[in-house]
């Protein structure tokens, strides 16, 4: 079966890498070690070669060499000598060692002519007296000693005896001539047979190191990932529902200190998970607890469902509510509007007067409370509307700038504002142009008040998907998070004397737009506000 290196655990697939990646360096290192243990044998063998050449070179009788090439003839005195002499060099220096003595002509095709050899050389069919076919490398070596008079070596050859190395020495008269070369051989099967028994040697030698290596690997991977292997445990009994599991900490490495830092999650999962099941219990659901085993998932949908109860709760309160501001609108309206009514006519009457200065001042602060307090009871009644009105198609593009042009004169009277406008796309709505512009009004005054020392104020037209927005941005005082929670209800404002009913009234007026309003702020830097109303699509004939 086909191993798959991806679908093995964590602790094998580090095991067999670091495994392979000592492997391959033993190897390396080994295989380094043989070649240089090769050379150096070569060397060696070499060396030796050049050394009983030099030395047995000095032996040889030049008369003898000539009174041999005289006669030719095996039984002859002097090849007799030449013979026992050549013989005692394997003798006396090394028994693979082999002499012959070489004529200093060299004859068509390659060929010498060995003059005398040594009896090492009867089981090859190489004698005295006989002419050899020699090879490039024995030629190349014999002709540098010849002309240059030196000792040579050849490195390993084979011809038809076998495989050798050979060293030749001159051998030369009293005027200087060479008259022969002795030859001296070395059988290099004995090189390979070093060889063999250092690279058994070293085979033997890379086993034990690798299964030494094997063992200490296993042994410390083993240690090493045993915060991993605790932390796939604790994994496991999460997802199983056990968030009582703790994991040991065995020190203050990396990984012991994820297990601590686990321990701390699953206290918290823990927790989490109480507070659920107690949650649960509250909505009438199935205790969590009740369950005999737990999937993290099932822990996750009852979250989820607990949040979309909880969701709809604040909807239907916030329903409740509105409903009863609408009723207390209705009854507001008809039990203090027309008695307003008649009080703000008659006082607008007195004004017509003739009075004093001071009369007249304050006359018109009378006026101005009853209309302040006409425009709550406005807010109020808009509120208990009961659908948005007359429905047309509101160019953005126009709306923005007319909203933008009415707004300016007041934030220059009233401060020190620059107004900036932006249309980023044309884009066409369909709603109550009359509430729209009243809540972008609203919103461009609230930003206008929140900046007391002055500021900049943008209003930019955009498309996001199926949305028109109108993105308002101040530079006023900002919001924090908890006032930006509160945004939008009942009786809550950030003014001295705001009611909080004129957001509420844009927020409902947007919501029956099937829109919505997203506001972000940070204190002390400003608040943007983003009116988003669905964009008008002509329906398909």
């Known amino acids: 079966m086909k191993l798959n290196v991806k679908n093995l655990p964590l602790f094998k697939k580090i095991l067999m890498f670091s495994f392979m990646i000592t492997t391959v360096v033993v190897v390396s290192t080994m295989g380094t070690s043989f070649y240089l243990q090769s050379k150096q044998l070569k060397t060696q063998m070499a060396d030796k070669v050049e050394g009983v050449a030099g030395i047995w070179s000095s032996t040889l009788d030049p008369e003898d060499i000539r009174k041999a090439d005289e006669s030719r003839d095996k039984s002859n005195p002097s090849i007799r000598r030449l013979e026992k002499l050549l013989t005692m060099v394997g003798d006396k220096s090394a028994s693979f060692l082999g002499a012959y003595v070489m004529l200093p002509e060299e004859y068509p095709n390659q060929k010498v002519y060995i003059l005398s050899a040594s009896d090492i050389y009867r089981d090859y069919s190489f004698d005295s007296l006989m002419y050899y076919d020699a090879g490039e490398e024995f030629i190349r070596a014999y002709r540098k000693t010849r002309e240059n008079k030196t000792i040579t070596s050849t490195d390993v050859f084979t011809d038809q005896y076998g495989s050798w190395i050979s060293s030749f020495a001159p051998i030369t008269d009293n005027s200087g001539n060479v008259v022969a070369i002795l030859g001296i051989d070395a059988k290099a099967s004995i090189i390979k047979e070093n060889q063999m028994e250092i690279l058994l040697l070293l085979l ?230 009359s509430e729209l512009k009243q809540v972008l009004i609203n919103i461009l005054k609230n930003g206008i008040e929140a900046m007391g020392d002055g500021g900049k104020l943008s209003m930019t037209l955009e498309k996001q998907g199926d949305f028109g927005v109108f993105v308002i941005k101040d530079t006023g005082i900002g919001m924090t998070a908890e006032e930006l929670s509160r945004l939008g209800t009942a009786f809550y404002s950030l003014k001295e004397r705001g009611t909080g009913m004129g957001l509420m009234v844009c927020y409902q007026i947007v919501e029956r737009m099937k829109g919505q309003i997203k506001v972000s702020s940070k204190k002390g830097e400003g608040t943007t506000f983003e009116i988003m109303v669905p964009i008008f699509t002509e329906s398909p004939e």
């Open 204 to 433: 033997l030698e890379m086993a034990a190191i690798l299964a030494v290596v094997y063992v200490i690997l296993h042994w410390g991977l083993r240690k090493v990932m045993k915060p991993v292997d605790d932390l796939f445990f604790g994994i496991k009994e999460i997802s199983s529902g056990n968030f009582t599991v703790k994991l040991p900490v065995h020190d203050q490495s990396e990984l012991s200190l994820l297990s601590e830092k686990f321990n701390e999650m699953a206290s918290q999962l823990s927790q989490l998970f109480e507070r659920v099941s107690a949650a649960s219990k509250q909505l009438g659901q199935t205790s969590l607890e009740d369950k005999e085993s737990l999937l993290l998932e099932e822990a996750i949908n009852t979250m989820e469902d607990i949040f979309e109860r909880t969701k709809l709760q604040q909807e239907l309160q916030r329903a409740e509510k509105m409903n009863a501001i609408g009723q207390l609108a209705a009854s507001v309206a008809h039990e203090i509007r027309n008695p307003m009514t008649v009080v703000k006519g008659f006082l607008q009457i007195f004004l017509s007067k003739e009075m004093s200065e001071e009369d007249h001042m304050y006359l018109k602060l009378m006026i101005e409370e009853l209309n302040r307090a006409e425009t709550i009871i406005n807010d109020y009644l808009s509120l208990a509307k009961p659908d948005i009105g007359k429905l047309v198609i509101i160019d953005g593009s126009e709306m923005t700038e007319q909203v933008m042009d009415l707004m300016s004169s007041y934030a220059m009277m009233s401060k020190n504002i620059s107004m900036h406008t932006e249309i980023k796309n044309q884009v066409k709505i369909r709603g109550n142009k």
